[in-house]
């Protein structure tokens, strides 16, 4: 399966981002990695031009919010694969914040999953959970 | 035997020999080649064949229409190589939207199809077939995911297919395009009747100038005071011309020069005076701009030196302008980190160095919010183009 991945917007944090890399690809995946800085439309570019089947967003200073409104408008503009798996993790608001409030708001942006503050391991264990799932 | 150098311009031949550089102006009631004798017949006499070398950018270049599947890679990508190649880009199209996209009018040099990484196939279909029945092209290259090559080929005449210029990592690749749009360029330049004339008086390959320019670049801090990262603002007659070191972009282009080159076709003093006044007068700050030159608007309509003065420093300003952050639509430089600006092309020959100080003030302070502006390096002699020129004639001897 082939995974695009990066870290949204401003955000330079790298280090988790390396670590998704390497992870990924020791799971199986193909990994398509635009690094640290990365646009949404970036993101939605790369998944068209690599066909991929999931995208995998990651954000560790706060911002995502800002930078994530616009997936659905996004996705239906480049009329997206409709399985396209959509997942997002790392420091996902600013300060402390409730799992509560995060998960549905991250989900009614159009992401499948979402993990704030979720160990990498646990996220990707469950990824590839919900990918046996739906196939 | 020392070497001869000649630049056909659009307005301006330059020769230059070991004495130095003259200018003369054309006489565009004249073919080139008999102008050219005309004005310095007595010169080339004085030389062998073998030792007059040419360029040329008097015939304006050749022009590309992209159609790319997305903004990000595709598009940047192909545009970058085309920029990169000396030729001029009319229109992109990005293909999810080529249904609502209108063909271009005028009679496209080269058409270039680009979308997908090798391994991925339908990328393409036929709302493409449709879209290109309406577009007049002499050439169509095809540059994307391996898969469709055979399919377009089925359905597009004479498409040549080259390799896809968007690697498996999503990284650029823009050799053979490269190579092909250069070559496309050159056989335009030579095909050109009144250059043609032109191997009656030189035994070495014309190539154009902005190719010349760009060998040059790496040259440039050995011959002039310039410090890195510096552009090349080369203000002519029909175009202006903007040569940057690629450490003023940040973006996913890797590029082998290190060095990038961006036309604006139609910011030229001369030639294309009335679309260069028509994007003075849309810009924001003109209004400031003129009043900060203690000139009025009625300035943009006179014929005068003082007009073309004006409107020179009007060009320097726009082109910064479109290239900053402001102008999101081409590349963005990253001008507050700009330690050199060299000015060359006819420009010199008109601006003092103080004109091009105050307009480099003025958009410094007023777009960038910054007091301190880039050193300003006037290419007076108009030397640059030969740098690269004896470039080619070392490399040969
Ligand atoms: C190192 C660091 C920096 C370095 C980054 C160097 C670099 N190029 O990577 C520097 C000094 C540059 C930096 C700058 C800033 N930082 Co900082 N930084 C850190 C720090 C100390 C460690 C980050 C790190 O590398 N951790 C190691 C990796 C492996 O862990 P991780 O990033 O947490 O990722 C794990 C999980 O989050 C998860 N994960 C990540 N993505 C995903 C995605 C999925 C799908 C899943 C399942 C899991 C997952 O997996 C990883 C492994 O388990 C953290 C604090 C901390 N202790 O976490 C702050 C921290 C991330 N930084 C923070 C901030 C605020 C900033 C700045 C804004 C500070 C400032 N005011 O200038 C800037 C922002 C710069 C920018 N434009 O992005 C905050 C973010 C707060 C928030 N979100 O609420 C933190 C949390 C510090 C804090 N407690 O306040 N920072």
């Known amino acids: 399966m082939k995974v695009v991945t990066g870290v949204v917007g401003n955000d330079i944090h790298v280090v988790a981002n390396r670590l998704i890399d390497i992870s990924l690809q020791a799971r199986g995946f193909e990994v398509f990695n635009l690094g640290v800085n990365t646009s949404l439309e970036e993101f939605i570019d790369a998944v068209v031009e690599t066909d991929a089947d999931i995208l995998l967003i990651s954000s560790l200073n706060g911002e995502a919010e800002g930078w994530c409104r616009d997936l659905q408008f996004l996705r239906s503009e480049y009329n997206l694969r409709e399985d396209v798996i959509f997942v997002i993790g790392g420091n996902l608001a600013v300060g402390e914040a409730n799992q509560d409030d995060i998960i549905p708001k991250y989900r009614s942006y159009g992401f499948d999953l979402v993990f704030h503050q979720v160990d990498l391991n646990t996220g990707l264990d469950e990824l590839e959970r919900y990918v046996k799932e739906r196939a | ?397």
């Open chain 2, 1 to 397: 035997m020392s070497k001869l150098l000649i630049d056909v311009g659009s307005t301006y031949f330059k020769v230059c020999q070991q004495s130095g550089i003259n200018q003369y102006f054309r006489d565009f009631n004249k073919d080139i080649f008999d102008d050219l004798l005309n004005k310095c017949g007595d010169i080339f006499s004085n030389y062998a064949k073998e030792d007059i070398y040419i360029c040329s950018s008097a015939n304006g270049g050749l022009s590309t229409l992209i159609i790319g599947l997305t903004n990000s890679f595709s598009l940047k990508f192909a545009k970058n190589i085309a920029f990169n190649s000396g030729i001029n880009i009319i229109d992109t199209i990005l293909y999810h939207k080529i249904d609502e996209a209108k063909a271009p009018g005028e009679l496209i040099d080269v058409v270039i199809l680009v979308g997908g990484i090798d391994g991925i196939a339908n990328v393409f279909d036929e709302k493409l077939f449709h879209f290109l029945r309406n577009v007049h092209y002499n050439n169509i290259v095809y540059v994307g995911t391996k898969q469709d090559a055979m399919f377009l080929s089925e359905n597009i005449q004479e498409l040549k297919v080259l390799g896809n210029i968007i690697t498996e990592k999503l990284h650029v690749n823009g050799g053979e395009l490269k190579e092909y749009l250069t070559n496309l360029y050159q056989a335009d330049i030579v095909g050109k009747e009144d250059i043609k004339h032109l191997y009656a008086i030189t035994a070495n390959q014309i190539y154009s100038t902005p190719y010349i320019v760009n060998r040059s670049l790496p040259l440039i801090d050995a011959n002039f005071d310039v410090v890195n990262p510096f552009i090349v603002v080369d203000i002519g007659g029909a175009t202006t011309d903007i040569h940057y070191s690629r450490d003023l972009v940040r973006d996913n282009i890797v590029s082998e020069s290190g060095f990038d080159r961006l036309v604006f076709k139609k910011l030229g003093v001369y030639k294309s005076r009335e679309t260069l006044i028509f994007a003075a007068k849309n810009n924001e700050f003109v209004y400031e701009l003129l009043a900060y030159l203690n000139v009025t608007e009625n300035i943009l309509e006179e014929e005068s030196e003082k007009a073309l003065r004006i409107l020179m420093q009007l060009s320097i300003f726009l082109v910064l302008y479109k290239v900053s952050r402001l102008h999101p639509l081409y590349v963005t430089l990253h001008l507050e980190q700009l330690k050199t600006v060299v000015l060359t092309g006819g420009i010199t020959k008109v601006l003092s160095y103080e004109e091009a100080e105050s307009i480099m003030q003025f958009f410094y302070k007023k777009v960038l919010g910054l007091h301190a502006i880039p050193n300003i390096v006037m290419d007076y002699e108009y030397a640059i183009w030969t740098l690269g020129m004896q470039n080619d004639t070392a490399s040969r001897s």
